[in-house]
């Protein structure tokens, strides 16, 4: 008896050391863990004075680096994924036949947690301002939102999530942009309306087909002459690592169907492409003549290169803010902006670095002041930030809000009804306000920054928020 509790005492230690031991002899993959891993810290911190938090981030890195990690994770995953129908990963659901979804689409699903309707009307609104200035450059703009994996394909979703009702932030948002006759392109309609999968089982996004379905739609809204690939053999196989998937079993490497179009690529990139995943992606097709701008995120990875095919100068940006000087770049025809579902809130996150669109001030407000209000002024892209909160107690689900800049000429423009949750130190808001001047092109004067808030044909004056010293 002795005898065992001494061989399970050093099989129990064992255990434990290894896995720290064989640390300097085994890496770990930052790509198979889809984020940056913590570096080693240091004793001191930059201005040579001890680190007081050495302890805790020591902890991190050994978490995140100790040996065999990925293999204990994919072995963890396996006996609940098998035994007890759970994901080992928050981020992910294990769903039925062999399907997973991202987690964070999980609110989306239950209609639960949805945005304000003035959160929604916000994001409409956004949209329509960038709409506006794309159309005052003579060019085209759409919206497109990639649905959510299981607002597609709901029936592999786990028996315990049952949603609570029909809304959810993009229908809210398809409602709000007919009433600011914002330009989109409805995928959920699009995708409903197929009788094929069109999404990958072990994966967030869709496949390639349901990229070409896109593709083609979005060309058609534009009414762009262009190869559908109906021609082009095509063929499922089993090949693709799902993002999901290697987030549970980072070292099986499972695959799932891809169709594969069987062609070869005939543009060509102008920028230094690495990756898909590229900030920003360049790329020319002799013989076409469209040009396009287009702001994505990863579902993007799989449109870019059909759009390319069929356009002669293309763009696609990962960036935001929306950086929509970009259009000068190729002198873009045509503007997309697409955005995964369960992102609809970060569209008013940050407002876009465009100068602010001037609007006619001509009217009686009444005054109401509180301490609520905040103004800041920052530099940025070469023009003057304006941005901060103003006091509920103003707004309507619809308001619009006006910044003057008021001396002896009085200059108005439209903001953004955008919460700049960064620069705030907040987590969001309904109520606050972004927009650039270029303040080169104004008088040099001291002028004084007010705030109107429009209710249908009543107007309310917020009185100054601060003053903008333009003679320095």
């Not at 506006?132 to 959510?148: G, K, L, R, W």
Request: with cysteine.
């Amino acid at each position: 008896m002795r005898k065992t509790r001494i061989i399970f005492i050093v099989l129990f230690f064992g255990a434990c050391i290894i896995p720290t031991a064989f640390m300097p002899f085994v890496s770990v993959n930052e790509t198979a863990e889809s984020r940056k891993l913590s570096e080693m810290p240091s004793f001191l911190t930059e201005d040579g004075k001890p680190n007081l938090d050495w302890s805790v981030q020591f902890e991190t890195y050994l978490s995140e680096h100790f040996a065999f990690r990925q293999n204990l994770v994919t072995l963890d995953s396996l006996v609940k994924s098998n035994v007890f129908k759970v994901s080992s990963n928050e981020k992910v659901i294990t769903g039925k036949n062999g399907w997973l979804y991202f987690a964070s689409t999980l609110d989306d699903y239950l209609s639960r947690n949805t945005m304000s309707q003035r959160g929604i009307n916000n994001t409409a609104k956004t949209l329509s301002l960038i709409q506006e200035y794309v159309e005052s450059c003579d060019a085209e703009f759409v919206f497109i939102c990639s649905p959510n994996k299981n607002t597609i394909y709901p029936q592999n979703m786990p028996d315990r999530y049952i949603p609570t009702g029909d809304a959810s932030n993009l229908s809210n948002l398809y409602e709000a942009m007919k009433l600011y006759s914002v330009n989109y392109i409805d995928l959920k309609a699009l995708f409903l309306a197929q009788d094929k999968t069109l999404y990958l089982s072990r994966d967030s996004h869709w496949n390639n087909e349901g990229a070409l379905l896109v593709t083609n739609s979005l060309l058609d809204y534009f009414d762009v002459e262009h190869d559908d690939f109906s021609a082009v053999p095509h063929h499922s196989q089993l090949c693709w690592e799902g993002d999901l998937d290697s987030m549970i079993f980072p070292v099986m490497h499972n695959l799932c169907e891809q169709e594969i179009y069987d062609y070869t690529p005939s543009f060509n990139y102008i920028s230094n492409f690495k990756t898909e995943d590229d900030m920003t992606i360049k790329t020319i097709k002799e013989g076409k003549t469209a040009r396009m701008l287009m702001f994505r995120d990863s579902f993007g990875r799989s449109l870019y290169p059909f759009i390319s095919e069929n356009i002669y100068k293309a763009e696609f940006s990962r960036e935001t803010p929306y950086r929509l000087s970009l259009m000068k770049d190729i002198d873009a025809q045509f503007v997309v902006i697409e955005i995964v579902e369960r992102n609809i809130p970060n569209i008013t996150k940050a407002a876009p670095a465009v100068p602010a669109l001037a609007r006619p001030l001509d009217v009686s407000a009444r005054v109401v002041k509180s301490s609520l209000n905040k103004c800041y002024v920052t530099e940025k892209s070469g023009m003057t930030k304006i941005y901060g909160l103003l006091d509920e107690q103003y707004f309507d689900d619809t308001s619009d809000i006006y910044i003057t800049l008021e001396s002896n000429s009085i200059f108005c423009y439209e903001a953004f009804p955008v919460c700049e949750t960064e620069l705030l130190n907040i987590d969001n808001s309904d109520y606050g306000f972004s927009l650039f001047v270029d303040t080169n092109v104004l008088p040099a004067d001291i002028y004084k920054v007010n705030a109107y808030i429009k209710n249908n044909d009543d107007f309310i004056c917020t009185d100054e928020l601060l003053t903008l010293d333009l003679l320095s």
